[in-house]
């Protein structure tokens, strides 16, 4: 069975600050890793995802993640926030076989003035 | 194209009533999957439909049920609802294919049980 830890629940940050969000899964499996944002009131907007190829994975909103399969991990990154960053961000992974996503516990980013 | 959209967007319910939620996917997608998003237990899977069929389901009591018409639109019902129902219901779409490459998330359906 697979798993996602996202480690840090609450990451707060200042504005144009760097951040790192991180995502580590367990599969037996080869997986398909992904990250979603959730603001306030609706649902989830993909932000980028890894499915093969390049580690680097670019997405929306200037975030970036790097797949690293020897330490089981998909952090995201962006290089400088934004107030409008501030949400609640989820790390899932679909391990290919099964038509289903299985989610981390969520991270909320909080970017300050 | 429009998105998934889902109705009604809040519901408040008491204990022991039933409950049906419903989901139109994006145009064009024949998958529907639905999960609940509590604080406690975070997102949970709770089932998907392709072609009016269940492929997939999460590890919930019989109580959670759905279905999905021709047109691909799903409903899920909640019957003998509990306190521990309370909480925002998401449906996804997506194209068939061998893999889940992008679900697309609806606004999801806040429900309360009281």
């Known amino acids: 069975a697979q798993s996602v830890t996202q480690l840090d629940s609450q990451v707060p940050v200042f504005e144009e600050a760097p951040v790192e969000l991180r995502c580590n899964y367990s599969s037996s499996v080869s997986v398909y890793l992904f990250w979603y944002v959730q603001y306030p009131n609706q649902g989830l907007q993909l932000l980028l995802k890894y499915l093969s190829g390049s580690t680097l994975v670019k997405g929306i909103n200037g975030f970036e993640a790097e797949f690293n399969k020897s330490q089981t991990s998909f952090h995201l990154r962006k290089p400088s926030v934004h107030i409008s960053d501030t949400a609640e961000y989820f790390c899932a992974v679909n391990p290919g076989s099964a038509r289903q996503l299985t989610f981390g516990s969520g991270t909320q980013l909080t970017v300050l003035p | 194209k429009a998105g998934v959209t889902q109705t009604p967007r809040y519901l408040i319910k008491t204990r022991g009533q039933q409950v049906t939620l419903s989901c139109s996917p994006i145009?064009?997608?024949?998958?529907v999957s639905w999960y609940q998003q509590t604080p406690g237990q975070g997102l949970q899977f709770l089932f998907e439909?392709?072609?009016?069929?269940?492929?997939n389901k999460g590890n919930f009591p019989g109580r959670f049920s759905g279905r999905q018409f021709s047109n691909s639109r799903s409903e899920m019902n909640v019957s003998t609802l509990e306190l521990g129902d309370s909480a925002l219901y998401l449906c996804?779409?997506?194209?068939?294919?061998?893999?889940?490459?992008?679900?697309?998330f609806g606004p999801g359906t806040r429900l309360t049980v009281l």
């Open positions: 996804a779409s997506s194209t068939a294919g061998a893999i889940i490459s992008e679900q697309f």
């Open positions: 145009s064009g997608h024949r998958s």
């Open positions: 439909y392709f072609s009016e069929t269940q492929r």
